[in-house]
């Protein structure tokens, strides 16, 4: 029966609405008796900017999110939200057909499903430039500067479930001779972009961008939607260290075929901004925008592309990998000196990328 009810609200809406809806959402009826499914508050995207918005939400919507209360279990608040108002971030995220964690330089195919490389027009050929993160079936996040390129250079499309540029399909091989290949690359083209409209070029204060793809893509094993820290607790959360991957510069100024991963400690914003000066950076960081990371031995951002996602396992939503940074900046000498990488900070850009979503 919850399946056949299920199966009706997607006849009476758009079917890309419903297919972002997670399979474990229980279905509801909500205070005004409409089909809903019980969600967690963050997800309800009316009654979440009700409770966010800088002026206290008047009594009869206070109401109306207290009897929007439902029933579902692992989740803390809930609330039953029509399917028009649901978030599009899967609940299904951050998830690896990986069987171990490893801190190897090179990654292993379907290791990080997530990772995106964007492809551009550069002079008449296709050149990869940046980096980005499946959040969904339909959206790439990424910097601003990966989309607001010089006149020369136009993105067009992303190429999805990549490991090994090389090779025209990553495979596993094990002792005994057994293989385990991933399905080979897809490239998508874009439909749109959105830029955060305070960013400025050369900028490093709001550079964050959505890219829409033309249409959905399938989640395999090499291709699946990163979790963003949409729950205000896991918002919160302080984590000692990141891992960074891409095909980004290394020490020796070439682009990698090979995904290569880092593993990057935190650097406050202020110790940053000291250590960036030292090497000539004349911006400003803020807390509130703005993270810094930095691994030894001179690892730094340039192992990540632009674009790209800073994030860790957080077991607070059962070990998932969860993105809190976006690849946004660092000093010119990339592996040359120790300096930190500057990222994005996503946590406080989370409204923007809710309100962005189109369905």
Known sequence: MMAFRKSLICLLLAISVCSVLSQNDPTCKTPTNKA?????????????ATIMSPSPPEIKHLN??????CSRDGVARRVCCVPTEIVQLPEDCGTTSYSKLAWANETEPFQYPWMVVLQYWQYGMIVDLCGGSLINNRYVLTAAHCVQTEF????????????????????????????????????????????????????????????????????????????????QDVRNLDLPRYIVAGWGMTENQTSS?????????????????RRLAEHGFSGYLSEEYHMCAGGK????????DSG??????????????????IVSAGVPSCGKVSAPGIYVRVSSYMDWIIRNMRR
């Not at 809903?36 to 979440?48: F, H, K, L, P």
């Not at 109306?64 to 209360?69: F, T």
């Not at 031995?297 to 990540?304: P, Q």
């Open 297 to 304: 031995n001179l690892t730094d951002s340039c192992r990540g």
């Open 64 to 69: 109306y999110i207290k009897r929007a209360n």
């Open 308 to 325: 790209g996602p800073l994030a860790f396992y957080v077991p607070n939503v059962g070990a998932r990998f969860v993105q809190y940074g």
């Open 152 to 231: 020369h250079t136009k993105l067009f499309r992303v190429r999805l479930g990549e490991q090994d540029k090389s090779k025209p399909i990553d495979c596993i091989v094990y002792s005994n001779g057994e293989k385990s290949c991933a399905d080979p690359p897809v490239h998508v083209v874009i439909e749109s972009m959105v830029v955060h409209r305070a960013y400025r070029k050369y900028s490093v204060l709001h550079d964050i961008a959505l890219i829409r793809m033309v249409h959905d893509v399938a989640f395999t094993d090499s291709i699946k939607p990163i979790c963003l820290p949409l729950p």
């Open 36 to 48: 809903g499914y019980c969600v967690a508050i963050e997800r309800c995207r009316n009654i979440y």
């Open 257 to 273: 075929n090979v995904l290569l991963q880092a593993l990057m400690d935190v650097v406050t914003v202020p110790e940053c901004n």
